[in-house]
């Protein structure tokens, strides 16, 4: 199995399953778990995940995407379903 880092993901191409680019991958919003490692719940992306991530003002379509809706992961390429709507 192939071990992936947080630094292999950054700046990724995140598109969806059918193809659409969302963006790329800035970074990762976790959830903490008191003494637990906190857990990845959503991917930040496209052109608002750089200023989000410097918390500059909330993003707009497609700024975080749902650690859940992630199908596949791959040094420089996340897939994930297609939003509804």
Known sequence: MT???????????????DGERLGHLFELAARERGAEPPVVRALLVGRWGLPRRLGIGRGVAHDEVAVEDVIAV??????VRRRAG
């Open 74 to 79: 791959a040094p420089g390429r996340v897939v």
């Open 3 to 17: 071990r992936l880092t947080i630094s292999d993901l950054q700046r990724a191409e995140v598109v969806t399953e």
